[in-house]
């Protein structure tokens, strides 16, 4: 009998426009994988059917967000949309300054510029790619300083996105107050298969923080959905709103970086935000050097207003609801297959846990490059490698980093795709797991040296 108790997570949205997608065989497919290098990165989109690459820019917009489209004022200073947008940060986040950037680098690149000094140290929960690169091109090196459970799959603890304190203290003691330029926070933790921060855990890192007088820099990518997993889980914030949750966050920390391709459901933007005068001061001058004056960074008026209208629909409950509900949605399904994925499931994605459903492929022949390749030969469903590929190779030895965690992502965009097309998903995971003894991994034949996991080609083990 079905419960009559349940609601479940359904979307608060209507569609109003489609955009047809392109079907194509298992020989087509064959063609266009091996000639992307068996790199789901290289394919070209029209090649793909359900596209779940990224969640970063692939957001559908809303009625509201391309009717403030039509509002842009394009004006190269000053452009009214700067400061809805200015205002849009303000309320919602708190943060008192505000320098757009084309996207969330553009925002690291002048942060860890402004901020690192060569030979710092610079401690964070877990990497993110450009996040790290970023801190060593600056002439840091990045810390990772998150707890233990973050790097074992099947650990449930429900914030995986914490910082271990004792190790925090540690570097500190151990490098010096004066070689630690920042505390790097990042909600959610994208590289751990999008796990949350307690708000317990960023209040003790704000008091270490305190104590040795550094600042802490959050990675706001996905703040609200962070939030959300707050509102569900940790004592005394169930009766919180998920746009009161964020603002606490944001009120913990100095400075912040965002991509708002994630969260805040644009196809395109980001921005730096700080509370500290002198910091935006030489942000606001730094930024006409890389991405354009301090009131459009980059990008158009009409972008801003998109942005600044997308900031306010990211944190509604309801919002938040839906689209972790669909990520949730197909994390159950997968676990019905018992098909192995990072637990508990995150909230941008499914993680499919490669090391476990590959055990006979060695990390050095690129386990979760492999099954993300196989997956869209199966049914054109486009994922990405979140392993050993990701992690790059260490800079003083040259060598691979081993990464722990050897994962192909499922990234959901925001309100794009329907139950219909996870249903998908999932029956070709399960698929390709049924045929799961006849892969053999894959040889890495062009190794680009910055971010590889971009533009580095393979080559099957037949
Ligand atoms: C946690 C996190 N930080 C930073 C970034 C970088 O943002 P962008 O891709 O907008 O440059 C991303 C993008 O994927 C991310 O997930």
């Not at 054109?380 to 965690?405: D, Q």
């Amino acid at each position: 009998m079905p419960n009559s108790k349940k609601r479940s997570w359904a979307e608060p949205f209507k569609i109003k426009m489609v955009e047809p997608l392109s079907m194509t065989t298992i020989q087509d497919r064959q063609r266009y994988i091996q000639e992307a290098g068996y790199n789901t990165f290289l394919l070209r989109s029209k090649d793909v059917y359900i596209d779940l690459l990224t969640d970063s820019g692939t957001s559908a917009m809303s009625d509201r967000q391309w009717a403030g489209i039509m509002l842009g004022d394009e004006a190269y200073a000053g452009s009214e949309n700067f400061y809805r947008l200015e205002d849009s940060v303000k309320r919602f986040y708190g943060y008192k300054y505000l320098i757009p950037t084309h996207q969330g680098r553009g925002a690291e690149h002048l942060l860890s510029r402004i901020l690192i000094k060569d030979g710092d140290y610079i401690p964070g929960n877990m990497y993110f790619t450009t996040t790290r690169l970023h801190q060593e091109l600056a002439g840091g090196t990045f810390v990772d300083v998150i707890i233990d459970e973050a790097h074992d799959p099947e650990n449930l603890f429900k914030f995986k996105g914490n910082i271990d304190t004792d190790k925090l203290i540690k570097l500190i003691e151990s490098k010096g107050a004066d070689k630690i330029p920042y505390i790097c926070v990042a909600t959610t933790v994208n590289m751990a298969g999008g796990q949350p921060i307690s708000m317990q855990n960023l209040k003790e890192v704000r008091n270490v923080a305190d104590k040795y007088g550094i600042d802490i820099v959050h990675d706001m990518t996905r703040v609200a959905e962070n939030a959300y997993m707050i509102q569900q889980h940790e004592e005394g914030y169930s009766n919180k709103s998920v746009a009161e949750i964020v603002k606490e966050i944001c009120s913990l920390t100095d400075h912040a970086t965002m991509s708002a391709k994630k969260d805040a459901l644009v196809n395109i933007g980001g921005f730096l935000a700080t509370n500290k005068e002198d910091v935006y001061t030489e942000a606001s001058n730094w930024v006409v050097v890389y991405e354009g004056l301090h009131t459009y960074g980059g990008l158009a008026g009409r972008d801003m207003e998109a942005m600044a209208i997308g900031i306010a629909e990211s944190v509604q409950d309801d919002h938040i609801r839906a689209r972790i509900g669909q990520v949730h949605y197909l994390g159950e399904k997968l676990l019905s297959y018992n098909i192995p994925v990072v637990m508990p499931l995150g909230t941008h994605g499914i993680f499919l846990d490669a090391k476990r459903i590959l055990p006979h492929v060695p990390q050095d022949n690129y386990p979760a490059q492999t099954l993300a390749a196989e997956l869209y030969l199966d049914s054109g469903v486009r994922s990405m490698e979140r392993g050993i590929v990701s992690a790059g190779r260490n800079e003083e030895t040259g060598k691979h980093n081993y990464p722990k965690l050897e994962l192909v992502r499922l990234t959901i965009p925001r309100r794009v795709y329907t139950q219909a097309h996870m249903d998908v998903v999932a029956e070709s995971v399960l698929s390709v797991y049924e045929n799961r003894d006849k892969i053999k991994g894959m040889e890495m034949v062009y190794e680009p040296k910055y971010l590889r996991f971009f533009q580095a080609k393979f080559k099957k083990i037949e």
